[in-house]
């Protein structure tokens, strides 16, 4: 049985970060993956602690840090801190999106385990159904997000609340309440094949 977890990354005082703008975002929508024909079991699926938030998916340009990860079984959802402050990237992407700009993020995922759905059957992950053929991906570890303009999954979005403005809690409350609810339907359905 899948329960949902909510994981906030603890910090030190010397490392939590001051500056800067917060960020929540659905990372992974639990959907189909169109380029890939893949679907990620976020059921088996590991958050790293504090993973980096990257600018289109170049390690060499951290953009920001993840604190809060929330994996409900349907969807995976992170929130955490953009170095707007001293980074001139991250202080361009939450420049756009005050202007507008509709950022995707996507999940990097390593260690997962590669199964192939035929044809003619059907997978229940994530509490819907996928017909084969299908690659699932299970018991990855998500290592990093990454902001983008636009994403692999087409549902996956990032939301940048303006500079010096507190993260709402209300934000933070619904997240966790919705994973809740959510989690008591994915629980009798979560890895199922027929």
């Known amino acids: 049985m899948f329960f949902p977890r909510m994981i906030t990354f603890a910090a030190s005082a010397a490392t939590t970060p ?30 790293a602690n504090r993973a980096p938030v990257l600018m289109a998916g170049d390690s060499e340009n951290v953009v920001g840090v993840v604190e809060t990860a929330i994996n409900d079984g349907r969807t995976l959802r992170l929130s955490g801190v953009l170095f707007s402050d001293i980074d001139a990237v991250a202080a361009e992407i ?78 933070r409350g619904a997240l966790v309440a919705d994973a809740e609810r959510r989690a008591a339907e994915v629980a009798a359905t979560r890895g199922v094949w027929r």
Not at 104 to 129: D, Q
């Open 18 to 47: 001051t500056g800067g703008v917060r960020f929540a975002a659905v990372a992974y929508s639990g959907g189909l993956i169109p380029a890939l024909g893949a679907v990620i079991d976020l059921g088996t699926t590991r958050i």
């Open 94 to 171: 939450a420049a756009k999106a005050r202007r507008g700009t509709p950022w995707a993020m996507a999940i990097a995922v390593s260690e997962a385990t590669e199964a192939t759905i035929p044809a003619g059957k059907v997978a229940t992950l994530n509490g819907r159904e996928f017909p084969g053929p299908l690659l699932v991906l299970s018991g990855g570890l998500v290592r990093a997000a990454s902001v983008a303009a636009i994403g692999d999954d087409p549902d996956a979005k990032l939301h940048v609340f303006a500079a010096g403005a507190p993260f709402a809690r209300e934000i």
